[in-house]
């Protein structure tokens, strides 16, 4: 199953440097759209988020059946989230986001949402992190400015 990356989870990753584990988490399933390349590109020129590899995200590009849904989600959302959710709800494939909005209409159109507490998650249950490292990221994430609901991974434990 694809899975699409939107800005805010790439960027939460970026932040601490630490794509290679979005990546090892994701492995070859996961892909972005180029609206969101181009948000993370703009988040590097304007230096909000280092300069980082992402080109081992595949890029799948808004398809003209996916048009209207796209159009119609952009008057909610970024073009990243509208990008990424017109793919996924045509593609059957999940969406990761941390975005509220895009949360709540991923989950009207029956799309599968996830996002970076969930990745890292993951990354515990999987044994890549320890419990202690996830959350020494995700406070370094929430230090970077990301909204965290929770301050420990052990509560999705």
Same mark, same amino acid.
């Given at each position: 199953m694809i899975l699409l990356v939107d800005n805010t989870v790439l960027s939460n990753f970026a932040l601490v440097e630490r794509l290679d584990l979005l990546q090892l988490a994701l492995g070859e399933s996961? #892909?972005?759209t180029p609206q969101v390349m181009a948000e993370f590109r703009a988040g590097v020129e304007l230096g909000r988020l280092p300069t980082l590899e992402i080109e081992w995200l595949s890029t799948l590009h808004v398809e003209a059946e996916e048009e209207a849904v796209y159009r119609r989600l952009l008057r909610h959302l970024n #073009?990243?989230?509208a990008a990424c959710l017109a793919v996924a709800s045509r593609r059957s494939a999940r969406v990761l986001t941390d975005d509220r909005d895009a949360r709540k209409l991923a989950?009207?159109?029956?799309?599968?949402?996830?996002?970076?507490l969930g990745v890292l998650a993951q990354l515990t249950r999987g044994n890549q992190l320890t419990l202690d490292e996830a959350d020494d990221l995700l406070t370094r994430m929430i230090q970077g400015g990301y909204r965290s609901p929770i301050d420990s991974i052990k509560a999705l434990l």
């Amino acid at each position: 199953m694809i899975l699409l990356v939107d800005n805010t989870v790439l960027s939460n990753f970026a932040l601490v440097e630490r794509l290679d584990l979005l990546q090892l988490a994701l492995g070859e399933s996961a #892909a972005t759209t180029p609206q969101v390349m181009a948000e993370f590109r703009a988040g590097v020129e304007l230096g909000r988020l280092p300069t980082l590899e992402i080109e081992w995200l595949s890029t799948l590009h808004v398809e003209a059946e996916e048009e209207a849904v796209y159009r119609r989600l952009l008057r909610h959302l970024n #073009a990243g989230e509208a990008a990424c959710l017109a793919v996924a709800s045509r593609r059957s494939a999940r969406v990761l986001t941390d975005d509220r909005d895009a949360r709540k209409l991923a989950r009207q159109a029956g799309v599968g949402v996830s996002g970076t507490l969930g990745v890292l998650a993951q990354l515990t249950r999987g044994n890549q992190l320890t419990l202690d490292e996830a959350d020494d990221l995700l406070t370094r994430m929430i230090q970077g400015g990301y909204r965290s609901p929770i301050d420990s991974i052990k509560a999705l434990l």
